[in-house]
């Protein structure tokens, strides 16, 4: 076992984070700060600052002026600078992904998967060139020509939650910078030090100063970015309640948004599944980085009793056999949560299962993790006989508890997702293609697998929840992010007749 963590003295300094603007670290000056902590002993390690409106007008300052030249760079040496970057995040990976876990609590396999999944989208992003090409066509009436170009908004904004601290910022400032904007960044308070690792590699790959800053801080900051007209554009990844009010927000203000928002992601498990495929799927899918991911499968739904009875003891059986430990301990299936809130309101949430009549199978209130007794630590949690009126089948929990939802039939058990308030991811197993084939032609959500429990999709293809999981027209990356970050201009052009008819020598006359 390698824990590096329990050997941290409890008198290491606090960490004192800096904002990153204008292509350096700046102190924070509005006097305000946030408490980052090592989850995995619950202790403080760092405080971020927390961006006061000014501080915020300053990085938006800096990336309106840098942008005017990065715009005007071709495509493919904006790609090029990514692509030193991307060498840079290679170089750095372990380091990267030990802070990260650090900071979240996931473990650091996990979190070298959080990072990798960032990678992705830049890489993807370096096929700028193509993926900014116009359309055009010829003698759409008699000497005239179309085109249309893709050009930058100018300064974008993201705000991004704290369980990808890496992938979520990556997914877009990628496409945001390779297709010429400045790009400013809000990350979580909770885990702010990779996103600001980021933007030093960005600033050692060569990116000019300004174009990507990295500000700390809470709704002051968010605020001071909806409300300054220079921002053409936000990105947000969080929660629902937090994700209507940016879109409504920046909607109001003019700007274009992208608001993804909770789950509730079910899995479908018919009978004819492999049951033990299945079983261990949902084990990965439901209490993977303690179940803190917007794609976790937090229901299961297995229809009919027989399937239910089978997959409920081998639910049951794997849950008893699930190790939780530190971050950095390298045998953990997964780690703490990201703080004593977090395991309160959980802890709250199988409280209420109990109190409104699921069955609990095993409960994970009050583990202690030798050696970390301090730590935000919730053991796996599963319960069964759950009804869609319950709290904790309606309300997206986070944490590493399982519901499983009986469905007597098909129909019913496509129902279920279909009809919830959130719809951004769902599964199927099954062995039948023509289930298959109905389920993902009718299921109301937004990313559908079919024997894969966690359908993020590839860079390639495109991120998005439906209903109230996802606010906008335009998806996270793949075509749309192209979309989202660009305005379209079209040419049209009409040449009269000039020089290659000759010269002339008559006095002109108008015919
Ligand atoms: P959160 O909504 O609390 O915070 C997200 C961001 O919003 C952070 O940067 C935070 O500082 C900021 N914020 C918080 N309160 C704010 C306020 N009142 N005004 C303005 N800004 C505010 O979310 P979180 O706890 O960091 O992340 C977990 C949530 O994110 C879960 O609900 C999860 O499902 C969701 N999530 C969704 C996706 C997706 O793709 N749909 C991906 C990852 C996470």
Same mark, same amino acid.
């Given at each position: 076992m390698t824990d590096e963590s329990a050997s941290a003295s409890p008198r290491e300094p606090v960490r004192a984070l800096a904002h990153f603007i204008g292509g350096r670290a700046v102190p924070g000056t509005s006097g305000r700060f946030s408490d980052v902590f090592d989850p995995s002993t619950g202790r403080v390690q760092a405080r971020v600052p927390l961006a006061s409106a000014d501080e915020v007008r300053a990085a938006v300052d800096a990336a309106a002026d840098a942008q005017r030249e990065w715009g005007g760079w071709t495509a493919q040496r904006r790609a090029r600078v990514l692509q030193r970057f991307l060498d840079l995040v290679a170089r750095d990976a372990d380091d990267l992904a030990r802070l990260l876990s650090s900071e979240h609590g996931k473990t650091v396999a996990d979190a070298r998967g959080d990072i990798q999944r960032g990678v992705e989208v830049v890489e993807f992003s370096l096929g700028a060139p193509h993926l900014l090409k116009g359309e055009f066509s010829l003698d759409v009436a008699t000497g005239v020509d179309v085109s249309s170009m893709r050009q930058p908004l100018g300064v974008v904004a993201g705000i991004t939650p704290f369980n990808f601290p890496a992938m979520i910022p990556l997914w877009q400032a990628g496409p945001a910078l390779a297709a010429g904007n400045a790009f400013v960044l809000k990350p979580s308070e909770r885990d702010p030090s990779v996103p600001l690792r980021l933007a030093e590699l960005f600033a050692e790959a060569g990116l000019p100063a300004g174009v990507f800053s990295v500000v700390g801080g809470d709704r002051t900051a968010v605020d001071a970015l909806l409300d @300054? @007209?220079?921002?053409r554009a936000v990105g947000f990844v969080g929660s629902t309640p937090i994700a209507r009010y940016i879109y409504e927000r920046a909607a109001a203000r003019g700007k274009r948004a992208q608001c993804f928002g909770s789950a509730k992601n079910h899995m479908i498990v018919m009978p004819d599944a492999d049951l033990d495929q299945a079983a261990d799927a949902l084990i990965g899918a439901g209490y993977g980085s303690a179940g803190e991911r917007c794609m976790a499968i937090s229901v299961a739904v297995p229809v009919g009793a027989e399937t239910a009875d089978a997959l409920v003891a081998r639910l049951a059986e794997r849950v008893a056999a699930l190790r939780v430990g530190a971050a950095l301990d390298a045998d953990a299936d997964f780690g703490p949560l990201v703080s004593a809130e977090a395991v309160q309101r959980v802890s709250e949430y199988i409280e209420t299962g109990i109190a409104e009549g699921a069955t609990l199978v095993a409960d994970g209130r009050g583990l202690v993790v030798p050696g970390h007794e301090g730590g935000f630590f919730l053991g796996p949690t599963l319960f069964d006989d759950v009804e869609p009126d319950h709290t904790i089948y309606r309300e997206e929990i986070f944490g590493p508890v399982l519901v499983v939802v009986r469905a007597d039939d098909y129909e019913t058990a496509l129902r279920l997702p279909s009809e919830h308030v959130y719809g951004n991811g769902v599964s199927i197993f099954t062995r039948d293609g023509d289930t298959a084939r109905d389920f993902t032609a009718r299921v109301e959500v937004g990313m559908v697998g079919v024997n894969v429990p966690i359908p993020v999709p590839i860079a390639s293809f495109t991120f998005g929840g439906w209903k109230q999981s996802g606010f906008g027209d335009l998806n996270q990356h793949g075509a749309d992010a192209f979309r989202f970050y660009t305005k379209t201009k079209t040419v049209t052009t009409r040449w009269p007749s000039g020089i290659k008819e000759g010269a002339s020598f008559v006095m002109p006359v108008l015919s």
């Open positions: @300054d @007209d220079r921002v």
